[in-house]
């Protein structure tokens, strides 16, 4: 059931994405250029133009990603002691560093280096790095592999880490993480994660029974709204459109303890 849901899920979002609805609209409008359909092409890409422009210089992403990421700020203090420090994997490009021999990131790099922080701070503490390859193709390769050299980089020996490299999305690492851990109520485990992605983690974490510590990185936004004249805007909106697709989803099926957790 679970791989079912991984499968559609990526399905669906593939092709309802914002950038590939955008690049659709305009491969049909500029196809409707060369044919009878010509007015609608103009108009249907002209609207098309205006949507591209409106998302990459107003800030559209700030207004879906900030309300996630204010949700659980960063631990003023940290508890003198913890049991353990649970990583999610997502950051990692496989491919570039399978490639060129190096570690390599799509972005949110800071998840490793606050784990590696995390894991001098609490030199006794047990080390999760939970996640496995989340394309529907290419499972052999796992994001692992570019911990694994990371890790080496800044020094911390990866036989000090338990990696869960089977999980395929957010829901599959708490489940599996906690089969691996089997953790007892009342021991303290610093959960690091992206900030916008935070509130889904939390909650699915605590449905399976694991009260975690929120540690949010790799933040997006500022307190204040921007006005941007970026392209790579479209993305971030993307990236905010599908977290907040994702908690409903997750709410409605009933795999997170609340429809948008709070601390």
């Given amino acids: 059931?679970?791989?079912?849901?991984?499968?559609?899920?990526?399905?669906?979002?593939?092709?309802?994405?914002?950038?590939?609805?955008?690049?659709?609209?305009?491969?049909?409008?500029?196809?409707?250029?060369?044919?009878?359909?010509?007015?609608?092409?103009?108009?249907?890409?002209?609207?098309?133009?205006?949507i591209i422009t409106m998302v990459s210089v107003l800030p559209f992403s700030d207004w879906v990603l900030r309300p996630l990421e204010d949700l659980f700020i960063i631990p003023d203090k940290l508890p003198d002691r913890v049991d353990g420090v649970i990583v999610l994997a997502g950051a990692e490009d496989i491919s570039v560093t399978v490639a060129r021999g190096q570690p390599s990131f799509h972005g949110g790099g800071e998840r490793l280096t606050t784990f590696v922080w995390l894991a001098r701070v609490y030199p006794d503490a047990v080390l999760l790095y939970t996640g496995g390859s989340g394309t529907l193709t290419n499972q052999d390769k796992k994001p692992s592999i570019v911990a694994r050299k990371f890790f080496k980089q800044l020094g911390l020996n990866p036989a000090r880490v338990r990696f869960?490299?089977?999980?395929?999305?957010?829901?599959?690492?708490?489940?599996?993480?906690?089969?691996?851990?089997?953790?007892?109520?009342?021991?303290?485990?610093?959960?690091?994660?992206?900030?916008?992605?935070?509130?889904?983690?939390?909650?699915?974490?605590?449905?399976?029974?694991?009260?975690?510590?929120?540690?949010?990185?790799?933040?997006?936004?500022?307190?204040?709204?921007?006005?941007?004249?970026?392209?790579?805007?479209?993305?971030?909106?993307?990236?905010?459109?599908?977290?907040w697709v994702g908690l409903l989803v997750y709410w409605a099926t009933d795999l997170t303890s609340e429809l948008l957790p709070h601390p």
């Fill in 1 to 50: 059931m679970e791989n079912i849901f991984w499968i559609v899920s990526k399905i669906t979002w593939a092709i309802l994405a914002p950038e590939t609805l955008l690049l659709f609209f305009l491969i049909m409008s500029a196809s409707f250029l060369w044919s009878r359909y010509y007015k609608q092409g103009r108009v249907l890409i002209s609207s098309t133009v205006i």
């Fill in 164 to 243: 869960e490299s089977d999980s395929k999305n957010t829901l599959e690492n708490a489940l599996k993480s906690y089969e691996l851990i089997k953790p007892t109520p009342g021991q303290k485990w610093i959960l690091v994660t992206s900030a916008y992605h935070m509130p889904r983690s939390v909650g699915i974490f605590r449905k399976v029974g694991w009260n975690v510590i929120p540690y949010p990185v790799d933040f997006n936004t500022t307190k204040n709204f921007r006005i941007n004249f970026d392209l790579r805007e479209i993305g971030r909106f993307s990236q905010g459109i599908r977290e």
